[in-house]
């Protein structure tokens, strides 16, 4: 007889992402990013006020085991790195095969995907939008906006987070701010 969890409801502010009861509270701030932005300079300037990038509310505890699921709110500060956006650190599931779904809450963000053989998809995030990350890709959120961006996020509970293959490469390419637009250019860390 399985052990059966007992069903629950998690309030989510829609508006700001907020959990109220938020099992728990991640915060990253730029020193957690240390390296991951493309202008070298730009990030050390900046690194003395170490501003808070993003927090993510994670709304359950549930077990980490295949057929359970997991969901959180994050929220992405504006601002930028030199004239590059604000981002998550970016991972892949450690176990690829675990697709997400996330959905745009408030603001304005970009969905940056990789592919395992480096291909490069992005997605426009606003509150409605709801964008499948299918199995094996790469995914990061940026803020293109001035305002907060927000957005919710469902997940195999045994997905897990494979940061070490972003955090020693990055994404093959980044999102800058070029003419007042956000634009993506060729990563110039990006080694293969
Ligand atoms: C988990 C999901 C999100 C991110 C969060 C922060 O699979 O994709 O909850 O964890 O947006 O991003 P990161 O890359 O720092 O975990
Ligand atoms: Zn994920």
Redesign the pocket.
Known sequence: MPNYMSPFTTMINLSNGLIPIAAVVQK?YLHDLEGMFADSTAEDALMINNPLL?E?QEATQNPMEEGQLRY?T?TIYPGKVGDEYYF????Y?AIGSRA?LYMGLAGEGYLLLMSPENEINVQRMTPGAMSYIPPYWA???INIGKDNFVFF?C?PAD?G?D?ASIADKGFAQIVVERGGKPTLIENPKWEK
């Open positions: 990253r993003y993510v959180s994050t998550t650190k970016g991972h599931h997400e995914h990061r959120t996020a997940y997905a987070y940061y």
